[in-house]
């Protein structure tokens, strides 16, 4: 991650877009403290949508019991859970 204090992001600002990788954050810093971050917008909808499926219980215990499946063994072939779902 890289750093930056307040003043040197607001001098930055118009560059930041450039800088940032796919997934790399920029802690802004206020008197040594970190204050903001500064992030793709990929990796804010992607933190986004993770918050809403960790808040959600009924998905999640959704997830936790495909998860069991897997581990189990209990899989079913893209290919036929595509023709199951009319998708192909």
Known sequence: ???LSVSQARNQMTQLAARLGESQTI???NRGKPVLAILPWS????LEETID????EDLQG???A???QL????IIPWTKAKR???LE
């Open 1 to 3: 991650m890289n750093q």
């Open 27 to 29: 802690e802004v810093t």
């Open 43 to 46: 990796l804010y909808e992607a």
């Open 53 to 56: 499926v960790l808040s959600d």
């Open 62 to 64: 959704k997830l936790q």
């Open 66 to 68: 495909s998860i069991g």
């Open 71 to 74: 581990t189990r063994g209990r």
């Open 84 to 86: 199951a779902l009319h």
